[in-house]
Structures are given as structure tokens and as C-alpha cells.
């Protein structure tokens, strides 16, 4: 896979590079070493950068630093959490194929996943500078729109009138799965954070 070709014609062209993804045959596990692994690492590595080295205003308290240390942890759990998430989120999607008229089909249902989180990887690198990591917020909303397109392609034969019922439940669940491994990972640095405290 052309890394840069697919990352181009995914966030500027969805609907032309859904036709070609359907073709492809490619085995989950190079879906993954060609493309999530190297993307998920760019809102891991900004928010290295941004959490350890530019630092973020704490109002009232100025500007603060996480240890080098602790950056990078922070950073190797979010890069966990991030590939967990979108792994979990495509099985997500075939589960649900059923409910939707729509047939289980592993692979699409992955690459459905994986694709629609292009926009939020590749603006993950406005975590650099922490007052912009919420425009990555932004970039997600039109991984909804790459995720629909992909749904209309059709990737999982889904009928034409359950399309966007399908894509509001998968939206619904990514929400809840991102809400909760946020809620983990800032648990695990709040309660250190307390611990170290002592």
C-alpha cells in the first residue's frame, strides 16, 4: 500500500478511494503494520511532545511540564489505547452488520475503522500545542462523513435506507469506547499524580 496515497485520497477524495478499497484484498494484519501503527503513533508522539517538552497553561498555576518520564507513558498508554480502540471498534461495526440488514464481513468492517480514523490520526498532531488538541475533535466529525461514505460504498452490503442508522450506532459506540479509554487513561495520571503526592 501506497502510504501517502492512501492518506491523500482517504481525506480528499473518500468516495473515489472507498471504490478502490473495496477491491483490495489486504490481510488485516498489513492493514495494521502498513497504516494503523504508523498513524496512530502521530497523536501519540504530538502529545509526547506537547505534554513534556512545550508544556500546557494550568489557569492560575502558569505553565506546566509532565516529566519526560511521564510524557512518554502517557503517550506509549494512548498509543495502546488508541490501536485497541480501533480494533474493538471494527468488530464493533461487523457485530452490528446483522441488526442492519447488513453482511458480517470482518475485513470491511475493519477497514471501515481504520479508515474513518485517518482525519483524527493525522490531526492528532495538534496536540503538539495543547489550546489546539480540541480541533482534533473537528477532524473526527469528518471521519463520521468518511465512515458514511464508506457505508454507502457498500463495504458491508448494507441496504441503502439502514445506511444511516448504522452509521449513528457506530458513531453512538466510538464515542463511548473513545469516552471510556479517555476516562482510563486520565485515571491512571490523576490517581499517580495523587499517589506521588504522598
Known amino acids: 500500500m501506497d502510504l501517502k496515497a492512501r492518506i491523500q485520497g482517504i481525506l480528499l477524495r473518500p468516495k473515489e478511494e472507498w471504490l478502490k478499497i473495496k477491491e483490495e484484498t489486504l490481510p488485516l494484519s ?5 497504516y494503523v501503527l504508523i498513524l496512530a503513533a502521530i497523536p501519540a508522539a504530538a502529545q509526547f511532545i506537547g505534554y513534556g517538552i512545550v508544556g500546557f497553561r494550568v489557569p492560575f498555576l502558569g505553565l506546566h511540564r509532565l516529566g519526560i518520564g511521564t510524557a512518554l507513558f502517557r503517550s506509549v498508554l494512548a498509543y495502546i489505547f488508541s490501536l485497541v480502540a480501533v480494533f474493538v471498534f471494527g468488530i464493533i461495526i461487523n457485530a452490528l452488520a446483522p441488526s442492519f440488514s447488513s453482511t458480517q464481513n470482518l475485513d470491511n468492517a475493519m477497514k471501515l475503522a481504520v479508515y ?5 490520526w493525522i490531526a492528532g498532531v495538534l496536540h503538539i500545542i495543547y489550546f489546539l488538541s480540541p480541533l482534533v475533535i473537528l477532524a473526527s466529525l469528518y471521519g463520521i462523513y468518511i465512515l458514511y461514505l464508506g457505508l454507502v460504498t457498500p463495504l458491508m452490503n448494507t441496504p441503502k435506507d439502514k445506511v444511516v442508522s448504522y452509521l449513528i450506532v457506530s458513531f453512538v459506540i466510538a464515542i463511548v469506547l473513545m469516552a471510556v479509554l479517555g ?9 499517580g499524580s495523587v499517589y506521588r503526592a504522598f
Not at 498489513?30 to 502498513?34: C, V
Not at 474513518?116 to 483524527?120: E, F, L, N, Q, R
Not at 476516562?183 to 490517581?191: A, G, K, P, R, S
Open 30 to 34: 498489513e492493514l495494521f503494520t502498513s
Open 116 to 120: 474513518s480514523m485517518t482525519p483524527a
Open 183 to 191: 476516562v482510563i487513561l486520565n485515571t491512571i495520571f490523576t490517581v
